[in-house]
Every structure is written in structure tokens, then in C-alpha cells.
């Protein structure tokens, strides 16, 4: 950890591990995506990894859930970003995927929130676009957030620099990250990893870093 001007600037891994200073952030891990997904069950498997150590060792948990309106709702960017999505090339065929109460919005059995963790719905890529996340990890005294679920190249990407433009330090959980286009996704990792403001880590890092300072 670097110090100037009266403050503690983190530059590792090792810096911003700490249970009580970091939170997790599950993302849209839905049924509805994961069945778009081709390694879906192992990607899963991985983000369970990591919300079994962050519930472990005390970090905060936040799922997030893409919400998609009900087609009178919907303003412009939504209907051209549903059309874009499904390939359609008019507003009247498109079908919203992520309807509230509908199966393919509700979290995978296996994320099982508890009471004590929250769930942030959004019509937006961002998780920090019009919900209340900012403002709860600023009050329970978060400076850095993980990050696992899918889909890198979607949201993943956007959170993570949106969560840096915040002042927030991201950390990238990279194999439980996940997404619909290999391709799209190394892109988007590669682009994250240039511009320097998130730090990587893999669930058996992150783990025995938070397992440790827990101690």
C-alpha cells in the first residue's frame, strides 16, 4: 500500500482484500442467461466458489438481475437495444426476455440469496446506472468491489469501468466471469486489463487472500 497526501492508495491484490472493506457483486446470474451460456453449469459452479467464500469470510453480497419492461414501458433505447439482441427488425416482434416473475428473470437455484444480501434489478448494463448500489457500498465503508458472473463482454465490462469512474477499485474474478462470445469477451478483458483501473485475481487467489485476513 502507497501513501501520499494523508492517503492509503492501493495498487495490489493484496491491498483491497479485506473482508470488511470489499464487497462482491454476483451479476446476472439469471436462468434466462445462463441458458444462453455454452458452459453455463461450470460457470456457475465457480460463482457458487465465490459466494461460498465471500459468505465465509464476511464480504458483502449483491446480486444483480436484468429487468426487461413490459413493452409499453419500454422508451427508445430499450426497443432498439431488444431489437438489436434478437435480431428482429421491427418493435412488434420483439419479446421481452427478462419480464418481472417470469422464469428467466429469477436468479439460478444455486445463488439462493440469504436475508442479509441484496438483490439490484436494472434496465441497464451498469449495475451502478440507476440503482441504489453506489450509494449502500459508500455507506457500509466499501472501497472495492469483486466481480463474478456473466456476461463479461455485456455488463461486466460496463460495471467494472463504470465502478472505477466512481472511485471504486474493481476486481475482476476471471474464471468466474463468463459470457456469450469468447471472442467479445478476451476483447473486453484485454481492453479492461489496458486501461489499468481493475485488478484480476482468479477464486482460489481472491480466496486465500480474504481467508487469511479474516483470520
Known amino acids: 500500500m502507497q501513501q501520499a497526501f494523508g492517503l492509503d492508495i492501493p495498487r495490489t491484490i493484496e491491498d483491497v482484500c479485506h473482508p470488511h472493506r470489499l464487497a462482491l457483486i454476483v451479476y446476472d446470474m439469471q436462468v434466462g442467461i445462463l441458458h444462453q451460456i455454452k458452459n453455463g453449469p461450470e460457470i456457475t459452479a465457480r460463482v457458487v466458489e465465490a459466494l461460498r467464500i465471500a459468505r465465509e469470510t ?5 446480486f444483480t438481475r436484468h429487468l426487461s419492461l413490459p413493452k409499453e414501458l419500454m422508451g427508445a433505447f430499450q426497443l432498439r437495444m431488444a431489437m438489436a439482441w434478437q435480431r428482429v427488425n421491427g418493435v412488434e416482434e420483439v419479446h421481452p426476455w427478462f419480464l418481472r416473475d417470469s422464469p428467466a428473470f429469477a436468479l439460478a437455484p444455486e445463488m439462493a440469496p440469504r436475508p442479509s444480501e441484496a438483490i439490484v434489478d436494472k434496465i441497464t448494463m451498469s449495475a451502478f446506472e440507476g440503482t441504489y448500489l453506489n450509494i449502500a457500498l459508500r455507506d457500509c465503508g466499501i472501497t472495492a468491489f469483486a466481480i463474478a458472473g456473466v456476461a463479461t463482454e455485456i ?10 469512474d466512481l472511485g471504486f477499485v474493481p476486481i475482476v474474478v476471471r474464471d468466474a466471469c463468463s459470457g456469450g462470445s469468447a471472442e467479445a469477451g478476451a476483447r473486453a478483458m484485454a481492453t479492461l486489463d489496458f486501461l489499468g483501473d481493475a485488478l484480476f485475481t482468479d477464486v482460489a487467489t481472491i480466496g486465500a487472500l480474504l481467508r487469511a485476513d479474516a483470520c
Open 58 to 62: 464476511g464480504v458483502r453480497v449483491f
Open 155 to 164: 455488463g461486466i465490462d460496463l460495471t467494472v469501468r463504470h465502478g472505477a
